[in-house]
């Protein structure tokens, strides 16, 4: 599985976890979600920061948009962010 595909099910996982109702979502969770894929480092830890200012989670913030940043290619997100798309927008949302 690519690391693309790890985190488009990591992601689908999110929708269960709030019951497939897309529309329930805060708009800021789906904004961190956009920054977290595409967004810059800086501005996706303030977005973080926002929420929770406890050095730890900061720090796995900061690893795990490190670990997005050098090992998804601009294809790999793009894709991310139009399944994501096309998940928010389905159906059974």
């Known amino acids: 599985m690519t690391r693309a595909g790890a985190l488009l099910l990591l992601c689908a996982a999110l929708l ?4 497939g109702k897309c529309d329930d979502i805060c708009p800021a969770l789906r904004d961190t979600v956009d920054l ?6 800086e501005a996706y830890i303030e977005q ?3 929420y929770n200012q406890n ?4 720090e796995t913030a900061d690893t795990l948009k ?3 940043d050098e090992n998804l290619t601009p294809q790999d997100k793009q894709d991310a962010l139009s399944a994501l ?3 928010y927008s389905s159906s059974l949302c």
């Open 16 to 19: 269960l976890i709030v019951g």
């Open 66 to 68: 490190s670990c997005v």
């Open 55 to 58: 050095p730890d989670v900061l």
């Open 48 to 50: 973080v920061e926002k």
């Open 36 to 41: 977290f894929i595409s967004g810059s480092h």
């Open 85 to 87: 798309n096309k998940i």
